[in-house]
């Protein structure tokens, strides 16, 4: 059962430097590239929907408030007539919108609070798509023919720097702080 297990184990990573020598990185990161702007155009329609929906919750609210105000009136009215069952009625119905109200106030909170999670969400994918970006596009033009790329790895060159340039630096910095 060993020898089997470890043939299948060969066999598969034959299988992966088969697979990376046929892929072509180009593609997959461009590939990569456009399904991170379908992400973002996905949260920017959400941004839209969660924005569009606190408007409509907005004007409820104020047309509830003005209806609140138009019930007080007519309460004043009833209580004045002596009409306690229509006034009981009317309070009914205060106590429902004002319990409506509560809810859609509450929706609006948490609304307002996944807005706030996606736009955070957004400008980081944004970012990263950004960087993402500028990463193709230099990996690109390195794996073009005859480009000239600078560095031919995503590393950065070796350099010596001596401890006398260190010192000249750092004493230069310190003149300009001072």
């Known amino acids: 059962m060993a020898l089997i297990n470890r043939i299948t184990k060969l066999f598969q990573a034959d299988m992966h430097a088969v697979l ?12 990569a590239i456009r399904e991170m702007r379908e992400d973002l155009l996905k949260d920017e329609q959400q941004i839209s929907n ?4 606190q408007v409509k919750i907005i004007a409820t609210e104020a047309k509830l408030k003005k209806f609140m105000a138009g019930v007080k009136q007519e309460l004043d009215l009833c ?3 002596k009409k306690h069952e229509l006034a009981r009625s009317l309070i009914k119905r205060r106590l429902e919108t004002e319990r409506f ?3 859609l106030a ?10 706030v999670e996606l736009k955070v969400r957004y400008e980081e994918n944004f ?5 993402m ?7 690109i ?19 010596t720097v001596s401890a006398d340039d260190i010192e000249i630096a750092f004493l230069n910095e310190q003149q300009r702080r001072a």
Not at 141 to 159: C, D, F, L, N
């Open 101 to 103: 109200c509560e809810q």
């Open 79 to 81: 209580f004045e007539s």
């Open 20 to 31: 990376d020598h046929i892929e072509e990185p180009e593609l997959l990161l461009k590939q």
């Open 127 to 131: 970012m990263q798509l950004e960087s």
């Open 141 to 159: 033009a390195e794996v073009a023919p005859g480009s000239e790329g600078i560095y031919r790895s995503w590393e950065m060159p070796q350099t």
């Open 133 to 139: 970006q500028q990463k193709a596009d230099l990996l």
């Open 106 to 115: 509450d929706k609006r909170k948490g609304m307002q609070q996944r807005l």
């Open 50 to 53: 969660i924005e569009a929906e």
